[in-house]
T-cell receptor, first 114, second 110 residues
Framework: GAGVSQSPRYKVAKRGQDVALRCDPI?????LFWYQQALGQGPEFLTY????????KSGLPSDRFFAERPEGSVSTLKIQRTQQEDSAVYLC????????????FGEGSRLTVL | GQQVMQIPQYQHVQEGEDFTTYCNSS?????IQWYKQRPGGHPVFLIQ?????EVKKQKRLTFQFGEAKKNSSLHITATQTTDVGTYFC??????????FGTGTRLQVTL
């Protein structure tokens, strides 16, 4: 596709449910990032992939958060046993280069945990 | 860890007035990028600065990277209603991840 695609755009989950958020980056982009953006805040780094390798997961808030990119293209962010504080927009971004490249963001997945 | 702060948090200007947002990092940056996020939208890349003291212009927008590579600014001349949105700086140190600033929300009225 022409841009970064994320699905679902909106997700409502009951507290305790597991959710999976998908990101389809721009074809050929090496780097893939996940960010969490709370209302009125800047994007907070969660994790980074270079191809299929997860090189940095220092931003994942707890072990309930897990991300993968098994074939170096599509990525999934999984949140287990969701809590209300997980409510946020989850942004995926891809970049052509390994380092210091322009990030192309998807529209985001808005998660609301009731 | 690395922290990136921006001031002001919010600015409301009349169309035609100038606007400046300032970005300060707690650590030296290898490069800094600026993004604009419209209400309800996603961040969109504006520019990247790499060199100490670098100044770049895009039409009415002027971007500057500090000599110590720890601060940056974005100046908009003669704002228009299309400039409305939140402006984020984002810096990276030695690692690949970009740390986003706290953002400055710009409101422009006629």
């Amino acid at each position: 596709g022409a841009g970064v695609s994320q699905s679902p755009r909106y997700k409502v989950a009951k507290r305790g449910q597991d959710v999976a958020l998908r990101c389809d980056p721009i074809s050929g982009h090496v780097s893939l990032f996940w960010y969490q953006q709370a209302l009125g805040q800047g994007p907070e780094f969660l994790t980074y992939f270079q191809n299929e390798a997860q090189l940095d997961k220092s931003g994942l808030p707890s072990d309930r958060f897990f991300a993968e990119r098994p074939e170096g293209s599509v990525s999934t962010l999984k949140i287990q046993r969701t809590q209300q504080e997980d409510s946020a927009v989850y942004l995926c971004a891809s970049s052509l280069w390994e380092v210091n490249g322009e990030l192309f963001f998807g529209e985001g997945s808005r998660l609301t945990v009731l | 860890g690395q922290q990136v702060m921006q001031i002001p948090q919010y600015q409301h200007v009349q169309e035609g007035e100038d606007f400046t947002t300032y970005c300060n990092s707690s650590t030296t940056l290898s490069n800094i990028q600026w993004y604009k996020q419209r209400p309800g939208g996603h961040p969109v890349f504006l520019i990247q600065l790499v060199k100490s003291g670098e100044v770049k212009k895009q039409k009415r927008l002027t971007f500057q990277f500090g000599e110590a590579k720890k601060n940056s600014s974005l100046h908009i001349t003669a704002t228009q209603t299309t400039d409305v949105g939140t402006y984020f700086c984002a810096g990276s140190g030695t690692a690949s991840k970009l740390t986003f600033g706290t953002g400055t929300r710009l409101q422009v009225t006629l």
